[in-house]
Nanobody, 128 residues
């Protein structure tokens, strides 16, 4: 059983930056492709970024490409999301997710159903 705990959310002005962290426990972190998703009020949960087990391959939603960077530290069992040039439309609860089914070492996943374990989420609010 994998446990995921997000942190780093908060209130920031438009144009600012935040770094989200996700601490994983209860499994072998390096075996799991990981992802970040977000859900705004009244909207469905959506893909933000994904990263392969190795950390060498990443994918981003078009809405965050060039502004957000996903990374991982397998030695520390940590996943990160660096968010720059934040916009009010980035306001949402952000979730990290793990795919326990594994995958190729360079595979990443963008679909919600690809992930088995989810954190509780951290709120990000961007004011205009």
């Amino acid at each position: 059983q994998v446990q995921l705990v997000e942190s780093g959310g908060g209130l920031v002005q438009a144009g600012g930056s935040l770094r989200l962290s996700c601490a994983a426990s209860g499994g072998t972190f390096s075996r799991y492709p990981m992802g970040w998703f977000r859900q705004a009020p009244g909207k469905e949960r959506e893909f933000v970024a994904g990263i392969s087990r190795s950390g060498s391959y990443t994918a981003y939603a078009d809405s965050v490409k060039g502004r957000f960077t996903i990374s991982r530290d397998n030695a520390k069992s940590m996943l990160y999301l660096q968010m720059n040039s934040l916009k009010p439309e980035d306001t949402a609860v952000y979730y990290c997710a793990a795919r326990s089914g594994g995958g190729g070492i360079n595979a990443y996943y963008t679909g919600i159903t690809a992930y088995d374990y989810w954190g509780q989420g951290t709120q990000v609010t961007v004011s205009s």
